[in-house]
């Protein structure tokens, strides 16, 4: 399997430029989430009216599958109600999964569909999760009223 | 079964210049590609390749010789005690230990909890310190740490200085009284650092203190011998050394040895039960419960046998000449920073760098499109890496078998990576 298809132009344009860098200055929660196979970093903040996301911003350091995957996330979330969010995640998860029957959704996945190359380097499955873990976490704490917290990825969670 | 190898018919060392391109077919995994291209192997420091003689040993043993050992009278079972115990001493000799304090483990990291544990949790007490290294493997780290909590003891850490040897005068200011125990790696398995552990251990002892290093890179890379260490407790691992996983070895001095407590009890480690009691065996058998892992044994003697045939001095000699060409070509990589003293004298066959903005992870990606496999993380060093401000390096590192052109393969490979991220 050629690398031109896991490191396909838009998966490097996110990793160099992501849409929705630092931390947000008033955030309603923050999350920190670390993958200590890779040393895959992310903080991820967001704000919500309701359960609409209106802002979201993603600090992180790490490979670039992770970031890029963190990057579109961003984008693919923000305006969006946690619910719809919460689609996109599982979404995302079952394309990293080989699980999509037929082409990825290009409406609730955005850029994310150029990730399907992912799937076939299990390794790097869980970089490309660590963002939409993050989001889960972060949208589940902000919906009970919690402030935020470091999580560890647990490889027996979620995958 | 036995190919043409660099070694002379009567099976003495061979003094011509080693080349390993004799002994790569001995090894069968290089018949193997990936992605369409050889396999360049640069993770020996994780777990190396194992020659047909290894493997044909192991499997002799199993088809031919395989019986419990120790108890029964049959004579197969004694053509596998044999086995064994033949093993055990042809290990002993090749890091020239003796046989009565040669104990057979599963890893190097099971091989430093057995000290903690019967050694640790009985002498160690409130107030008493363990010195560590920033350098070292979580494997000689975590276990004391496991021991000061249930001690009451404490952990000190010797720096490493921005030229990634151990700071020895920082080593001198902690060294104290209260030193019971310093557990230092003979040889970096992320920076390549060749430790003094001679004069660590002359140190550790004027105080009072017992020394334990940490060999898995240095005996199958340097050959360190534990009687030229000086340390009291010395870990390796067949695994490392061409010999198979699941087998380990823990040399200690005999007295020492014998004046401890069990670690795993059980079988075979007894000499009399009661319901009430057992008393213990002689050492080495006292901390060998259990029924042992003399398949591997048997490939760990294989493997000793066909480095010693080589020669170490000559492994060690081909491995520098390797690392050193590496060294030389690595920098030409714009961006490349390479953490470790650079210079093969100071060096064993482990390079760590990082190349510029690129994450390791990507690195070892791009590598593995090129059939080169290579160790991208931390290397089971977090607090090394802490300590020069990284969370991960990507690691090359060398063997007897590796040669000249899989460097260049890396380089070249190197710098399409850069290429592809910048």
Excluded at chain 1, 100 to 111: F, I, M, R, W
Excluded at chain 2, 56 to 80: C, F, G, I, K, T
Excluded at chain 2, 261 to 281: C, D, K
Aim: charged share 25%; proline share 4%.
């Amino acid at each position: 399997m050629a690398l031109e298809e896991l490191y396909q132009e838009i998966i490097l344009d996110h990793y160099r430029k992501p849409r929705h860098p630092g931390r947000l200055a008033q955030a309603d929660v923050e999350v920190r989430h670390y993958n200590p196979v890779c040393g895959d970093q992310l903080t991820v903040g967001v704000k919500l009216d309701g359960d609409k996301i209106t802002d979201i911003a993603v600090e992180g350091v790490g490979c670039s599958i992770s970031q890029a995957a963190a990057s579109v996330m961003t984008e693919q979330v923000i305006g969006h109600t946690v619910p719809e969010a919460l689609e996109a995640s599982e979404a995302f998860r079952r394309l990293m999964h080989g699980e999509s029957e037929g082409e990825p959704d290009e409406e609730v996945l955005g850029d994310g569909v150029a990730f399907a190359g992912v799937a076939k380097y299990p390794v790097r499955i869980k970089c490309a999760l660590l963002g939409w873990m993050a989001l889960k976490d972060a949208a589940a704490r902000a919906l009970a009223g919690q402030d935020g917290g470091e999580t560890v990825y647990d490889e027996d969670e979620g995958s | 079964m036995t190919t043409t190898t660099d070694r002379s018919r009567d099976g003495t060392p061979d003094r011509a210049p080693f080349d390993p391109a004799r002994i790569r077919p001995d090894f069968p995994i290089f018949a193997r590609e990936f992605h369409g291209k050889p396999l360049i192997y640069l993770d020996s420091a994780n777990t190396s390749q194992k020659p047909d003689q290894v493997l044909a040993a192991m499997d002799d043993y199993y088809r031919r010789h395989n019986a419990n050992v120790h108890r029964a009278v049959y004579a197969l079972a004694e053509e596998a005690t044999f086995a064994l115990e033949e093993s055990r001493a042809k290990v002993a000799r090749f890091v020239g230990a003796s046989d009565r304090a040669t104990v057979f483990t599963k890893n190097v990291t099971e091989g430093i909890n057995l000290v903690a544990y019967a050694w640790g949790l009985r002498n160690l007490h409130e107030g008493d310190e363990i010195l560590v290294t920033e350098m070292e493997h979580h494997a000689n780290l975590v276990p004391w740490q496991m021991a000061a909590q249930l001690t009451g003891a404490r952990v000190r850490a010797i720096p490493v200085t921005d030229a990634f040897v151990l700071d020895l005068d920082a080593y001198d200011r902690l060294l104290s009284e209260r030193t019971k125990l310093v557990a230092v790696s003979a040889m970096s398995n992320v920076l390549g650092t060749i430790n003094p552990v001679p004069l660590i251990a002359e140190r550790a002892h004027a105080v009072g203190a017992l020394v334990l290093a940490d060999a898995a890179q240095a005996v199958p890379h340097l050959g360190v011998t534990f009687d030229g260490l000086g340390a009291d407790f010395m870990g390796f691992t067949g695994h490392k050394l061409l010999g198979p996983m699941g087998i380990g070895v823990l040399v200690a001095r005999p007295e020492l040895l014998d004046s401890m407590e069990p670690f795993q009890t059980g079988g075979e480690m007894i000499r009399q039960v009661t319901l009430e009691s057992a008393t213990w065996n002689d050492i080495p058998w006292r901390f060998e419960s259990g029924t042992p892992n003399v398949g591997g044994a048997v490939g760990l003697a294989a493997a000793v046998d066909y480095l010693g045939a080589i020669g170490m001095d000559r492994v060690r000699a081909h491995e520098a000449a390797v690392t050193a060409y590496a060294l030389e070509r690595l920098v030409e990589l714009d961006g490349l920073r390479l953490l470790g003293p650079g210079d093969v004298e100071q060096q064993g066959g482990v390079v760590s760098f990082t190349l510029g903005d690129v994450h390791p992870h990507d690195v070892a990606q791009v590598l593995d499109a090129e059939g080169i496999a290579v160790r991208a993380g931390d290397h089971c060093a977090m607090p090394l890496h802490t300590r020069f401000g990284l969370s991960a390096s990507t690691r090359v590192s060398f063997s007897v078998y590796s040669t000249n052109d899989e460097v260049d393969a890396l380089v070249t490979a190197l710098d399409k990576t850069q290429r592809l991220f910048a």
